[in-house]
């Protein structure tokens, strides 16, 4: 499997999505039900979410916004002031309710893949409460981090968040990141993190794995090389002084149809090393982050910089196995109906995986996420 793995993920992309299933089987199924060795999950609850509370106001004051009066009720009385992940949308995971906080889909989607750590501002109680508990996740099992705010008084990036993070994550073996408004597909998250463990185990220079969907037309696309890795990014912050063109030794770039969904995997060293070295270079005291390419107003680390960072060293594999549906960000009020549509086709693609698993593997006992054994 590790030399038909790696071949998956150096050219034959398009091979990866065709074999998805199967590559899912061999991952988690053939290997014994593995679950992963040492992971550290850590989901992203603390965006400022400027976009999110004009949407949301903006709304309430526009006649016929909202498609039926449940839903016009529901955001009538959503605080302004509370996290976008809180808002409830339609449950396609638990037969429990009609409606679960946003956020859920991003914290269902790591479940039993490791340490759960969730990044916040505020507003711990509710999620407990309003995520966890309907989820089945014993609230002793998940680490709160707060995000405290920068100079200027604002947040300063999902970089940033991870580097407040370090105490939670950095003695495991690998990290893998969501965001809280995506609708993460665990089965995406489960392959991708057994795929980087399985390249790590086989020796390969991998420290980074993102799974990807194919988009022609998406604002952030993957650049190859000729041997099929990705070198920068659409979303490249560190176009500056990190530019490929300066450090690709392959020669020109393409342009793919891929980019990424929101999940990242990282090995943990790799990943302490670059913030340790975008902190020590770039972090400003009084001022934020200065680091070239991004914002000079924002002052924000973003991980896409860590990425960037990891790609331009030819460290870094794209996987592709998600559907285009996973990008389906809820940044705004207005993107509420197609996030979703966009989970419930996706949360069919789990549990069709699922399905075929236990035919598969009836020996093995499937617990509400991931792979466990008996």
């Known amino acids: 499997m590790n030399a038909e793995l790696s071949s998956l993920l150096d050219r034959d992309h398009a091979g990866t999505f065709a074999r998805r299933r199967d590559l899912g089987f061999g991952l988690a ?65 638990t037969g429990t309710s009609a409606r679960i906080p946003l956020a859920a889909y991003a914290v269902d989607a790591f479940r039993n893949l490791g340490k759960q750590v969730l990044v916040v501002r505020g507003w711990e109680d509710e999620i407990r409460a309003e995520i966890l508990a309907p989820l ?33 994550w950095h003695e495991s073996e690998f990290v893998i990141v969501n965001f809280g408004g995506d609708a993460n597909n665990p089965f995406t998250a489960l392959v991708s993190l057994l795929a980087l463990e399985a390249l790590e185990e086989a020796g390969q220079n991998t420290d980074l794995l993102l799974p990807v969907a ?16 990705p070198r920068a990014f659409g979303h490249n912050k560190l176009g500056g002084e990190f530019s490929v063109r300066e450090h690709e030794p392959q020669g020109e770039l393409v342009r793919s149809p891929y980019t990424n969904v929101g999940i990242r995997v990282y090995r943990t060293s790799a990943l302490g090393a670059a913030i340790g070295k975008i902190v020590s270079e770039y972090w400003k005291p009084g001022r934020g982050y200065d680091i070239p390419g991004n914002n000079p107003e924002a002052r924000e680390f973003a991980l896409d910089n860590v990425d960037s960072m990891l790609a331009r060293e030819g460290r870094a594999r794209i996987a592709h196995i998600a559907l285009p549906e996973e990008l389906a960000p809820a940044k705004s009020f207005g993107e509420i109906r197609r996030f979703e549509t966009a989970a419930e086709l996706v949360r069919k693609d789990w549990n069709a995986f699922r399905s075929a698993f236990d035919a598969e593997y009836p020996s093995d006992r499937r617990t509400g996420q991931g792979v466990d054994r008996p």
């Open 214 to 229: 194919e988009l022609p037309d998406a604002a952030y696309p993957v650049m190859l090389d000729r041997n099929g890795l």
């Open 29 to 93: 199924g053939v290997s014994g039900a593995r679950r992963p060795r040492d992971a550290v999950c850590l989901t992203l609850l603390a965006g400022a979410g400027s976009r999110w509370v004009k949407s949301l106001a903006d709304a309430r004051q526009t006649a016929n916004a909202y498609p039926d009066p449940e839903f016009a009720r529901i955001a009538a009385g959503f605080p302004l002031d509370a996290p976008r992940g809180l808002f409830p949308v339609r449950n396609f995971i």
């Open 136 to 168: 089945g996740v014993p609230d002793d099992s998940v680490r709160f981090v707060p995000q405290k705010e920068g100079p200027g008084g604002r947040v300063l990036g999902h970089g940033d968040a991870a580097f407040q993070a370090w105490d939670a």
